[in-house]
């Protein structure tokens, strides 16, 4: 039986992981490193800009709509990461795994 407790229980077990494993895997890519560098440079370059409080504003409510919804999408795409494991293990193990079951745990679809 779907319980809301557990699925709100799967979503914290999930980010915590999430945030732990990513911030791993982050400090060890010189990829994204170069990445976050060029940012930094960018963002310095932005505050140097000569903007109006007004046009500065703007950019920045542009900016933070466009970060949260990157964040959004990053967790929606670790939510499907994980039920794309579940869907292998459930091709491996079929007698195992209740994918309705984890589809509700994971809030992909409605009680």
């Known amino acids: 039986m779907y319980d809301k407790d557990?699925?709100?229980?799967?979503k914290?077990?999930?980010?915590?992981l999430k945030e732990d494993t990513v911030y791993k895997m982050l400090i060890?890519?010189?990829?994204?490193?170069?990445?976050?560098?060029?940012?930094?440079?960018?963002e310095r370059n932005y505050?140097?800009?000569?903007?109006?409080?007004?046009?500065?504003?703007?950019?920045?409510?542009?900016?933070?709509?466009?970060?949260?919804?990157?964040?959004?999408?990053?967790?929606?795409?670790?939510?499907?990461?994980?039920y794309d494991a579940f869907r292998i293990m459930a091709v491996i193990f079929p007698d195992r795994w209740d994918m309705e079951q984890i589809q509700k745990a994971l809030s992909l679809i409605k009680n």
Not at 6 to 10: G, I, S, T
Request: proline share 0%; glycine share 2%; hydrophobic share 30%.
């Open 6 to 10: 557990f699925a709100e229980l799967v």
């Open 47 to 82: 505050e140097n800009l000569d903007l109006t409080m007004e046009q500065r504003k703007v950019c920045d409510v542009f900016l933070d709509y466009r970060d949260r919804q990157s964040l959004e999408y990053s967790d929606y795409s670790y939510l499907a990461g994980l």
């Open 12 to 16: 914290i077990a999930a980010e915590k």
């Open 28 to 42: 060890h890519s010189e990829d994204y490193q170069k990445e976050s560098d060029e940012r930094d440079k960018a």
